[in-house]
C-alpha cells in the first residue's frame, strides 16, 4: 500500500509539475511576442454585434448593457441584441428601457436555454464579428479595442477575452479570483500552442462566418461555449487570447451554487470531450490532439487517485487516534514541544510539494501580472491550490458520476 | 505549422532535472538524519562504557555519581527519532535496523547499570517492554506508557521489538520467560501480558503516586 501510494504520489508530482512547467516555457519563449501583441491598437473598425442572452436577470442585465454601451468604439459600428429568453421576472420591463438607443435591439422568445437565445441573436446579425456577453458580467470600456487588433491575423476566427472576478468578496469568490487568475494565464498558453477548448459566453467574439459555415451554437450539454470552441478546432479554425481584454464577471457567492456551476462545467467539458473524442492522438490537431486533451483527462484520473490515497492517509490517521484515545482517553495537552530539525519532513516529496505550490502561485501571479499588470501577493493565492483541491474533489467526483452514468445536468 | 515540439522535450529535462534535484535532497537529510543517530548512539555508547568501567574500578559508586552518569533521558529522545525513522525510511530499511540493534543493546546496557543502583535512595522505576510486529495491543499500550513517562520523569521504560533479530535481546526475554503474548511488560521482575489502562499501571506501581508526580515539574 505504502509503496503504490508513492508511486502514484509521485506520477502526480511528475504529471503535474511537468505540465506547468511545459506552459512556462511556451510562454516565456513567446513573450516578446506577447509584449508586441500587448501595445497594438486597431487600424480598423469592423462591425460588431453583441448577444446579451437574458434570462430572470433583473438585477444584473441593467449593468451589462450599460457596459456595452460605454464601450470606446465607434457607434455606428457597434450593435447590441438583448435576446429575452422568456424571462418571468421584470427583466423585460428593465430592458425595455434600452430601446431608447437605436444601437439596441431587442428580441423576446419563449424559453429555450441560452443556446436557442444566442442563435435567435445570431440569425438577425449581419456584422462582420459576432460576441456575446452573459448578463452576469460586463466589459470595462477599453476591452473591445484590445481583442480587434487580434482579427487583423486573417486566419484568426475567434478571440477569447481575460476574465476576471469583479471585486471579489467572501471566501468563495476569493477562491474563484484567483482560479481566474490561473485560468488567464493557461489560456494565454494555451492560445500560444492552439489548444483553446472554450470560448466562454462572456465575450468572446467570433468572426461572423463562423457561424455561417459551421452552423450555430448547440445544446451541447448546456455548454455550448465548450462546444463551438472544440467544433472550430475540429475544423483547426484558429482562436487567440486576448489576455489585456479583461471582462468581469460576479461568480458565485456561496459553496452551493459555486458547487453546480462547476458540476455543469465540468460535466459539459467531459460531454463534449467524448463527443469528439476523434481529436484524441491525431496530429493534424496538434498539441490539442496530442498533448492538452489527453492530459487533461488523465490529469483527471490522476487526481482521483492521489485524492483517494490522501483520503485514505487521512483515515489511517483518525485511526490512530482513535487508537490513542481508546487507551489514554482524550487528553489536550501540549509536550513540551523542543524545535529539533531531525522531525521536520524533509523526504524528497516535500521538496516536490514546494515546487509545484511555488509554481502554481507563480502562474496566478503571472495571470495577474498580465492582465492587470499586478504582481503583488495576495494571501488568498497562498490558501488557494489547497482549498481548491479540496473543492475539486466534490465537483469532478459529482460531474464524472453524471457522466459514467449518463446523468443529465440542469442549469440551476 | 507547429514548431515549438521541442518545447516538450525541455520540460521534461527541466521537470526531470526537479526530480532528481529533490531525490538528491531527500536523500542527503535522510543520510544526515541517520548520520545524527549513529553519532548520538556512539556518544551514549562511550557514556556507558566510562559508567561501567568506573564500576569496575571503584567495585562501587557514590550513589549521586552514578546517576549522573545514566543516561535514560538521552536514551528516550533517541527512541522517539528511531521510531520517527522507521516511519519515514521503513522498519526494514537496513540502515535503521543496525540503529535499532544498537539502540536495544545500549538500553539493556543501561538497564543493567541501573539494577546496579539498588540501594540509592531515589531509585528510578523500571519496566522492561516487549512488543512485536502487528500487535494492536501493543499500539495501545504504547500511548499508555508515553503517557506515563510523561506523567513521572523517574519512569524508565525500556522498549524492545521482540522481532529484532539480536541475540543479546532473545537472552534477556528469555531470562524474563517471555513467550509469543504480547506486549509483555517486566515490573519488579513480574511478567504481565496484554493491555493494561493507566489506572491499571498505577495500580501496578504504587510508588509512582508517592513520588514527584505532575509533568509541570521536570526534576531532571
Request: charged share 25%.
Amino acid at each position: 500500500m505504502d509503496q503504490l501510494s508513492n508511486l502514484t504520489l509521485y506520477v502526480t508530482f511528475f504529471f503535474a509539475l511537468y505540465f506547468e512547467v511545459f506552459m512556462l516555457i511556451n510562454f516565456f519563449e513567446k513573450r516578446i511576442s506577447i509584449q508586441t501583441e500587448e501595445a497594438r491598437t486597431p487600424e480598423v473598425f469592423p462591425s460588431v454585434t453583441i448577444i446579451v442572452p437574458v434570462f430572470n436577470e433583473e438585477r444584473t442585465v441593467t449593468k451589462t448593457v450599460f457596459s456595452l454601451l460605454k464601450l470606446d468604439y465607434p457607434k455606428d459600428r457597434l450593435k447590441i441584441i438583448i435576446v429575452d429568453d422568456g424571462s418571468t421576472d421584470s427583466t423585460p420591463a428593465i430592458i425595455r428601457r434600452f430601446r431608447v438607443h437605436r444601437r439596441v435591439e431587442i428580441i423576446r422568445k419563449p424559453n429555450g436555454g441560452k443556446y436557442t437565445a444566442l442563435n435567435a441573436g445570431l440569425a438577425i446579425t449581419n456584422t462582420d464579428l459576432v460576441g456575446c456577453l452573459d448578463a452576469d458580467s460586463f466589459a470595462p470600456p477599453d476591452t473591445l479595442k484590445k481583442i480587434i487588433p487580434y482579427f487583423e491575423n486573417e486566419k484568426t476566427m475567434a478571440v477569447t477575452p481575460a476574465i476576471k472576478i469583479h471585486r471579489p468578496d467572501g471566501f468563495i469568490r476569493h477562491v474563484q479570483s484567483n482560479e481566474y487568475n490561473l485560468g488567464i494565464f493557461m489560456k494565454k498558453c494555451f492560445s500560444i500552442i492552439g489548444a483553446i477548448t472554450v470560448t466562454p459566453g462572456p465575450f468572446s467574439i467570433f468572426r461572423k462566418e463562423v457561424f455561417d459555415s459551421l452552423g450555430l451554437f448547440h445544446e451541447a450539454h448546456n455548454t455550448e461555449d465548450l462546444e463551438i470552441a472544440m467544433r472550430m478546432q475540429k475544423n483547426r479554425y484558429k482562436i487567440a487570447n486576448a489576455h489585456t481584454a479583461v471582462v468581469y464577471t460576479t461568480g458565485p457567492a456561496t459553496l452551493p451554487k459555486l458547487y453546480r456551476q462547476r458540476v455543469r462545467w465540468i460535466y459539459g467539458f467531459l460531454a463534449n470531450t467524448i463527443d469528439y473524442r476523434s481529436i484524441f492522438f491525431k496530429r493534424k490537431y496538434g498539441h490539442l490532439g496530442l498533448f492538452t486533451l489527453p492530459a487533461a483527462i488523465a490529469s483527471i484520473i490522476l487526481f482521483f487517485i492521489s485524492a483517494g490515497m490522501i483520503l485514505w492517509n487521512i483515515f489511517v490517521m483518525v485511526e490512530k487516534k482513535i487508537t490513542e484515545i481508546q487507551s489514554v482517553g482524550l487528553r489536550f495537552h501540549w509536550p513540551d514541544f523542543q524545535f529539533d530539525w531531525f522531525f521536520l519532513n524533509t523526504d524528497s516529496k516535500t521538496f516536490l510539494s514546494v515546487v509545484l505550490f511555488a509554481a502554481t502561485v507563480s502562474l496566478i501571479m503571472y495571470g495577474r501580472k498580465i492582465s492587470e499588470k499586478k504582481t503583488r501577493l495576495s494571501v488568498h493565492t497562498l490558501y488557494f491550490p489547497f482549498v481548491y483541491t479540496l473543492f475539486s474533489i466534490l465537483w469532478l467526483s459529482r460531474a464524472t458520476y453524471a457522466v459514467t452514468f449518463s446523468k443529465k445536468i440542469g442549469w440551476r | 505549422m507547429i514548431n515549438n515540439w521541442k518545447n516538450y522535450v525541455y520540460a521534461f529535462v527541466i521537470t526531470v532535472g526537479i526530480f532528481v534535484t529533490a531525490f538528491y535532497l531527500g536523500n542527503y537529510f535522510g543520510d544526515r538524519k541517520i548520520d545524527e543517530l549513529r553519532a548520538t548512539e556512539s556518544r551514549i555508547a562511550l557514556d556507558i562504557l566510562s559508567a561501567e568501567t568506573q564500576f569496575a574500578l571503584l567495585g562501587e559508586l557514590s550513589c549521586p555519581e552514578a546517576q549522573n552518569s545514566v543516561l535514560s533521558r538521552e536514551l528516550d529522545s533517541l527512541g522517539e527519532k528511531l521510531d520517527y525513522s522507521e516511519e519515514k525510511f521503513g522498519a526494514d530499511n537496513p540502515e535503521v535496523l543496525e540503529l535499532k540493534k544498537q539502540y536495544s543493546l545500549l538500553e539493556i546496557k543501561d538497564y543493567m547499570l541501573i539494577k546496579k543502583l539498588k540501594d540509592c535512595p531515589k531509585q528510578p522505576i523500571t519496566i522492561l517492554y516487549f512488543y512485536a510486529d502487528d500487535c494492536p495491543d501493543c499500539e495501545k499500550i504504547g500511548h499508555v506508557l508515553t503517557y506515563l513517562r510523561e506523567q513521572y520523569p523517574e519512569l524508565r521504560i525500556y522498549s524492545f521489538n521482540y522481532n529484532l533479530d539480536l541475540s543479546a535481546l532473545k537472552t534477556l526475554a528469555s531470562i524474563h520467560n517471555v513467550r509469543e503474548k504480547f506486549p509483555v511488560l517486566v515490573i519488579k521482575n513480574k511478567l504481565h501480558t496484554g493491555f493494561k489502562t493507566i489506572d491499571e499501571m498505577r495500580a501496578l506501581l504504587p510508588e509512582l503516586n508517592t513520588a514527584t508526580s505532575t509533568s509541570a515539574t521536570p526534576n531532571d
